[in-house]
Nanobody, 120 residues
Framework: QVQLVESGGGLVQPGGSLRLSCAASGITFSIRTMGWYRQAPGKQRDLVASITSGATTNYADSVKGRFTISRDNAKNTVYLQMNSLKAEDTAVYYC??????????????WGQGTQVTVSS
């Protein structure tokens, strides 16, 4: 079965950096689009960044220039490098991938989430 395991969250001061990792199993990682989402208390889960099998990246406007998504297909791992962190980046961060059925239905898979708290 598909498993996504995140790590790397924690408490960091404003302006600091963190790197999140997500190790995937149960999928052919190299052909999958991988994404990072985040959810703050009382808010919906939003896309932060995604990377396709061809390494094309996409970022939310709020993180452009500060966050970088990357992947290592040899390790079945996707990363999110977060720099210049702000208080508003505080959220639970989730790793995501999805499979599309022959009928065109998208099935999302999520990790357990990792807490990122930006505070002085």
């Amino acid at each position: 079965q598909v498993q996504l395991v995140e790590s790397g969250g924690g408490l960091v001061q404003p302006g600091g950096s963190l790197r999140l990792s997500c190790a995937a199993s149960g999928i052919t990682f190299s052909i999958r689009t991988m994404g990072w989402y985040r959810q703050a208390p009382g808010k919906q889960r939003d896309l932060v960044a995604s990377i396709t099998s061809g390494a094309t990246t996409n970022y939310a406007d709020s993180v452009k220039g500060r966050f970088t998504i990357s992947r290592d297909n040899a390790k079945n791992t996707v990363y999110l490098q977060m720099n210049s962190l702000k208080a508003e980046d505080t959220a639970v961060y989730y790793c995501n991938t999805y499979l599309t059925s022959l009928a065109g239905t998208r099935n999302d898979y999520w990790g357990q989430g990792t807490q990122v708290t930006v505070s002085s």
